[in-house]
């Protein structure tokens, strides 16, 4: 049997990030650097049918619906959420694979080590 081959560190720590994949990271870190940013991005993905009318986040910050739709343009912009208008109201949802992206350039970060080879029995 030939051996595997198993990562055993999160991509930041198992090589040195690509200028391109570096650049598309930080957009998204970026977007959420920000606390409401960063509530928004959680009330919408843990919310009821994984999707939130903003009519149902305004209430929780005490910001006016302008500060909260930009915090919501800048979160869509990255890729992180997507809309749809449906009469007056705007229901957002996490776009997972983006998010995802997140968690797994840090996930599991362990120490750095190098590429182990098991060989199976």
């Known amino acids: ?51 939130a009318c903003v009519c149902d986040l305004t209430d929780a910050f005490d910001l006016t619906a302008p500060t909260i739709s930009h915090h919501l343009k800048v979160l869509r912009t990255a890729g992180l959420i997507d809309g749809d208008r449906r009469g007056t109201w705007v229901y957002y949802r996490i776009i997972p694979e983006v998010v995802n992206k997140l968690g797994a350039a840090f996930a599991p970060l362990t120490e750095p080590a190098p590429n182990l080879e098991l060989t199976p029995v």
């Not at 991509?11 to 509530?39: H, M, Q, Y």
């Open 1 to 51: 049997m030939a051996a595997v081959t198993i990562q055993c560190c999160a991509p930041i720590a198992r090589e040195p990030l690509s200028e391109t994949d570096a650049a598309e990271l930080a957009v998204l870190l970026k977007a959420v650097a920000d606390p409401v940013r960063l509530r928004l991005l959680s009330m919408i993905g843990s919310h009821a049918g994984g999707e």
